[in-house]
Antibody
Framework: QVQLVQSGAEVKKPGASVKVSCKASGYAFTSYDINWVRQATGQGLEWMGWMNPNSGNTGYAQKFQGRVAMTGNTSISTAYMELSSLKSEDTAVYYC?????????WGQGTLVTVSS | DIQMTQSPSSLSASVGDRVTITCRASQGIRNDLGWYQQKPGKAPKRLIYAASSLQSGVPSRFSGSGSGTEFTLTISSLQPEDFATYYCLQHNNYPPLTFGGGTKVEIK
């Protein structure tokens, strides 16, 4: 069965970077884009960007341009999202999601807390 | 970018009620829309894809309709396990993806 398993919770100080991983199994990793979506506590879902594991192509929401990098390692079927220059407003649960047109599977989420 | 306006933002309903949630797109998106259910502390789960197709394993009390700019999610008879937040998501011009603002369904 399709699974996306994310890395564990992180606590970071303002200005630091965080890298979240998303290990895919149960399907051909290179056949689907991986997208990242975040959700602040009590808030809605916010799309951050996409990565194509086959080509390595990426695209980011304007809000995160220059501060986010989405990469993948096809040998271990794992996608990564790195967010830098963290601010308190980046405190949220970060989800990876499989996309072929639309999102069909989600990771379990990774809580990133930014606090001094 | 396409904007998705979801309404209402919250509603109170009783078990057995019929519930309707609406999403309006800022421009036509054909049927490139899905509906997702999210329970506290959990990842969203897809209920409906292509505006009206029921995801495998999802109870038939959930249904979706619409095309173009107006879309509806209907729960025909609300069950206790249906109290959750619901989101629409358009993928017509992917990337990007655009979510609606969410509808929290609470117990009356």
């Amino acid at each position: 069965q399709v699974q996306l398993v994310q890395s564990g919770a992180e606590v970071k100080k303002p200005g630091a970077s965080v890298k979240v991983s998303c290990k895919a199994s149960g399907y051909a990793f290179t056949s689907y884009d991986i997208n990242w979506v975040r959700q602040a506590t009590g808030q809605g879902l916010e799309w951050m960007g996409w990565m194509n594991p086959n080509s390595g192509n990426t695209g980011y929401a304007q809000k995160f341009q220059g501060r986010v990098a989405m990469t993948g390692n096809t040998s271990i079927s794992t996608a990564y999202m790195e967010l830098s220059s963290l601010k308190s407003e980046d405190t949220a649960v970060y989800y990876c999601a499989r996309v072929l047109g639309a999102i069909d599977y989600w990771g379990q989420g990774t809580l990133v807390t930014v606090s001094s | 970018d396409i904007q998705m306006t979801q309404s209402p933002s919250s509603l109170s309903a009783s078990v057995g009620d019929r519930v309707t949630i609406t999403c309006r797109a800022s421009q036509g998106i054909r049927n490139d829309l899905g509906w997702y259910q999210q329970k506290p502390g959990k990842a969203p789960k897809r209920l409906i894809y292509a505006a009206s197709s029921l995801q495998s394993g999802v109870p038939s009390r959930f249904s979706g309709s619409g095309s173009g700019t107006e879309f509806t999610l209907t729960i025909s008879s609300l069950q206790p396990e249906d109290f959750a937040t619901y989101y629409c998501l358009q993928h017509n011009n992917y990337p990007p993806l655009t979510f609606g603002g969410g509808t929290k369904v609470e117990i009356k």
